[in-house]
């Protein structure tokens, strides 16, 4: 199924900038436009349980996600000379890009750029997952990804990481200081 006015309709995003929609504009475009199948798949996208799904485009996503996540821990575990292995999830496939971008991330200092980092590697899934043609439904369900990300980043308040920085410094002066 092909979506033409919906994709059009939607505004370019930027991870950069602020969206020029908001979650629950594009989700009410969504609901629409989108056939079951692929509405179904966008809310499993959303859903804060791993609900299990037969979509394509989710599965992927997930598998990625975790592969990931499990670069994270990895190299976390590294850093504390630990064995990650009972923090890894299962994951179908491998891609040795991710685990690149992962090590690359975290030889960021600023735990801000890390995090940046990541959301770029995040950004970049979701794009290649869309495929070729903007007028699909993974297209649609990687901007919504796409849409998730940028918010999250429009929505950082550097006055409130600050007060709650601060807050944590003054619980624990000790590990502060080491």
Known sequence: MSYYYLAASLPMLSLDGEPPISLEDFLNRCDEHLSKKDSTALDA???????????????????????????????????????????????DGFDSSVEKAVADAFSRANPLERERALDRVRWATA??????????????????????????WA?????AGLQQAQTLVARNPQEATS
């Open 45 to 91: 996208l959303f859903s804060k349980h791993d609900t299990a799904s037969r979509h394509t485009f989710v599965r992927a996503w997930r598998d990625r996600e975790t592969q990931l996540r499990n670069a994270i821990v990895r190299v976390r575990a590294q850093r504390q000379s630990l064995d990650p292995a009972s923090f890894l999830h299962h994951q």
């Open 127 to 152: 794009e290649e997952l869309s495929g070729f043609d903007p007028f699909t439904g993974s297209a649609i369900l990687a901007y919504a990804l796409k849409l998730n990300i940028a918010l999250r």
């Open 155 to 159: 929505s950082q308040d550097s006055a």
